[in-house]
């Protein structure tokens, strides 16, 4: 798996360098994204936040998206080995974190997505208010609504705050 990471960090450091410091504000996820490497890359107003996920709460997901593996030749196999890949990346990032003292969010078990993105908007905020105010991040996040229209959460753009 590391190898499949290693090979698509030169997409992923492009799409980070440029939205951090040109681009407009984006929200990166994936497997694919490497906590020591993000974390050295020491871009101003560029900020990370890692989610440590509760193992049972890995499986459960997994299991209720039966979408996700229906068609594959075996899909108890397929299941089992994302599990494992799931499983395997949240040890990576919870122990980068430990070791770099990355910002991160532990995941419990029953949370929903409105209370996980409140925890993360605030710990995102926090972070970025104790940037120097030239470099700030610039960072805007949305709340889709059931309807697929969004609307502004909280954000920053080039030193202005607002919140809706």
């Given at each position: 798996m590391e190898r499949e990471q290693q090979a698509l960090w030169p997409a992923v450091e492009a799409a980070i360098r440029t939205h951090a410091t040109w681009g407009s504000p984006v929200l990166l996820e994936g497997w694919a994204l490497q906590p020591a490497r993000v974390s050295h890359l020491a871009l101003l107003g560029f900020v990370s936040l890692w989610l440590i996920v509760d193992e049972r709460l890995l499986e459960d997901s997994l299991r209720s998206d039966v979408a996700f593996y229906r068609?594959?030749?075996?899909?108890?196999?397929?299941?089992?080995?994302?599990?494992?890949?799931?499983?395997?990346?949240?040890?990576?990032?919870?122990?980068?974190?430990?070791?770099?003292?990355?910002?991160?969010?532990r995941v419990p078990r029953r949370v929903s997505p409105d209370e996980l993105c409140e925890i993360c908007v605030g710990l995102l905020a926090n972070a970025a208010a104790t940037e120097p105010a030239w470099h700030r991040p610039a960072f805007v996040f949305y709340k889709i609504g059931s309807s697929g229209e969004t609307r502004p959460i909280l954000g920053r753009r080039h030193g202005s705050q607002h919140a809706a």
């Open positions: 068609g594959a030749l075996d899909e108890e196999v397929i299941g089992r080995k994302f599990l494992a890949r799931s499983v395997w990346y949240n040890t990576h990032v919870r122990e980068a974190v430990s070791q770099w003292g990355l910002t991160a969010v």
